[in-house]
């Protein structure tokens, strides 16, 4: 499975990034894909996630009220649209995946891929 992060970039607070994950390669028939991100000098925090069904979605703490996960109808790319950004969600971002469902836990993901830079000005 490979995973592709893309559309990062520089924001000022308030604006809206779109971050998509491109799954390819060899695909399970149940999966999910997760956003984490990692800011400087801390630890890989959990953001969100979605079953390849569309259904499973949880989000962290920071996401909830401000980021949406979705996927698109050929089940290939995830999406995390990010609103009202902040200061504090400049981070690299990473999407993963694991068979089966969704999960908060960094741990649980087998794939991942190279992360995406969202870098947000105050």
């Known amino acids: 499975v490979q995973l592709q992060a893309s559309g990062g970039g520089f924001m000022q607070a308030g604006g809206c990034l779109r971050l998509s994950c491109a799954v390819s390669g060899r695909t399970f028939s149940d999966y999910s894909v997760g956003w984490f991100r990692q800011a400087p000098g801390k630890e890989r925090e959990f953001v969100a996630a979605?079953?390849?069904?569309?259904?499973?979605?949880i989000y962290g703490d920071s996401a909830k009220g401000r980021f949406t996960i979705s996927g698109d109808n050929a089940k290939t790319t995830v999406y995390l649209q990010m609103n009202s950004l902040k200061p504090e969600d400049t981070a690299v971002y990473y999407c993963?995946?694991?068979?089966?469902?969704?999960?908060?836990?960094?741990?649980?993901?087998?794939?991942w891929g190279q992360g995406t830079q969202v870098t947000v000005s105050s």
């Open positions: 993963a995946a694991r068979v089966r469902w969704s999960s908060s836990f960094e741990r649980e993901y087998n794939y």
């Open positions: 979605i079953n390849r069904s569309g259904s499973g979605i």
